[in-house]
């Protein structure tokens, strides 16, 4: 996960100043620096740092001249970070048509690279968590980006999320989170209600068909490097949201859902799409629905597809092969900031419409689609708990610990709607010193 950029103010140099703890790094990065400095128009007595993040890569930013402004430069000591992924899907997402910092250099023997710089401001840093309207059309974009991505993929390039991948990652939870942070032993009935849970979530997510998948795509990984416009594509439905035209006051007609959504619950969240005790079926004739038919593209706002060039992805260098539901879950449910359940229906919905008009391997049931999200945000919520305590623990970052209670919170709810995640539920209702909860969003399944 990568840390926020700086401010877009520039901040002081002694608040920027770049320390080694190896001279022998810093020799051979003032060395490295000096002989490509040329050739890209560098200002070597501008370095300093933009950024750090969870793992042990660095990022400075470096003037330049031309019509280049600055680059940024990644450290990532080789023997704590393997630079070769990044360099990869760098490659991949280019041929993706999906922007993503250029690798203008790179030194494998030392682990610098010279990167294209995005700029310094994220998606996170410009939404307002009071207005998700407001936030909508960044939204289309992220979609728009993370189709592109989907479409391009091909089987045997990327690492494959695996069912050893993922019980590693669940692992991180019980050993990291529950005995570590907690400090209560996994063992017994716990230990028990764990690995029955465990199963589940992973036959779960092998179900799901594979694309390639970013595993860190939220709003944090997303740069803003042009404004969106407001008014088109899906961001001209009404302030009320996709929703509303699905058949909420204000939306109009209500359309249908067909086979869709109607598949969940009725006292759940189709009820809370305009439908109180459920009601008929209504299908997606209007509102959502009525993409052009130049593609999911084209209905982002971008006449026949365009580019999506309005967001720069990074931290991908971890991407693999697996469950298509991955990254729309890692998008909707943030780690660090958090959606009702209204937007994060109305975000997925519009996901999931323009991924079956691109063709991609999204199920046409959209309630069978978003029980295969949640289920796919869990295992997500569960390894990055663990992945935080460990950060705290073991590399000595506190800061992401604060954000562990947002997954907590998470996991809860999502097991709160599956009558098969009650042994799970009451882990976290043990461990957190939580009672059961009595009311559900979308009732128990």
């Known amino acids: ?12 140099p002694s608040a920027t100043a770049i320390l080694w703890a190896d001279p022998q790094r810093a020799a051979a990065f003032q060395n490295w620096l000096a002989g490509i400095g040329a050739a890209h128009g560098l200002r070597p007595e501008t370095v300093r740092l933009a950024s750090a993040d969870a793992s042990f890569r660095r990022y400075f930013r470096i003037d330049a001249t031309g019509s280049a402004a600055s680059r940024i430069v990644m450290d990532a000591p080789p023997d704590k970070e393997n630079s070769e992924p990044f360099v990869q899907v760098a490659r991949l ?41 407001a936030s909508r059309p960044l939204y289309d974009q992220a979609i ?34 529950i005995g570590r942070h907690r400090g209560i032993a996994v063992e017994g009935q716990l230990k028990e209600r764990l690995e029955r849970s465990f199963r589940l979530i992973v036959e779960s997510n092998l179900a799901s068909p594979s694309v390639y998948v970013h595993r860190d795509f939220m709003p944090r990984n997303l740069m803003v490097n042009v404004a969106p416009t407001l008014g088109t594509g899906v961001s001209s439905l009404p302030p009320e949201g996709a929703l509303a ?36 079926a209504p299908t997606l004739g209007t509102g959502v629905s009525s993409l052009p038919p130049e593609g999911a593209l084209a209905a982002l706002g971008r006449p026949g597809g365009g580019s999506a060039a309005d967001l720069g992805v990074l931290d991908f260098q971890d991407a693999v092969y697996g469950p298509i539901t991955y990254d729309i879950a890692s998008l909707m449910r943030d780690a660090f900031l958090s959606w009702d359940e209204e937007f994060v229906l109305d975000v997925t919905i519009r996901y999931w419409e323009a991924a079956r008009k691109a063709k991609l391997p999204v199920d046409a049931d959209f309630g069978a689609f978003y029980r295969s999200v949640e289920w796919m945000g ?22 992401y610990l604060a954000d562990t209670p947002r997954f907590i919170a998470y996991i809860r709810s999502t097991a709160s709607r599956y009558m098969e995640l009650t042994p799970l539920l009451r882990v976290i209702d043990e461990i957190e010193g939580t009672s059961a909860l009595t009311g559900f969003a979308y009732g128990r399944v």
């Open 378 to 399: 869990l295992q997500r919520h569960l390894k990055v708990a663990g992945i935080f305590a460990r950060l705290t623990l073991r590399d000595g970052k506190p800061r």
């Open 1 to 12: 996960m990568t840390a926020p950029p700086l401010p877009a103010s520039e901040p002081t």
């Open 144 to 177: 728009d980006a993370l189709i592109r991505w989907q479409l391009a993929s091909r089987p045997g390039v990327l690492p494959p999320y695996d069912r050893a991948l993922l019980e590693r990652e669940l692992a991180l939870f019980p050993e990291w989170y």
């Open 245 to 280: 035209a699905l058949g909420r006051p204000g939306g109009g007609s209500a359309p249908t859902l067909g086979t869709g959504v109607s598949s969940l619950p009725p006292e759940g969240a189709l009820a809370a799409l305009g439908r109180p005790g459920g009601g008929s």
């Open 93 to 133: 997402m280019a041929e993706a048509g999906v922007t993503a910092p250029q690798v203008l250099e790179w030194d494998r023997a030392h682990g610098f690279l010279l990167l294209d710089d995005l700029g310094r401001e994220t998606m996170l840093d410009v939404i307002d968590p009071a207005r998700p309207d």
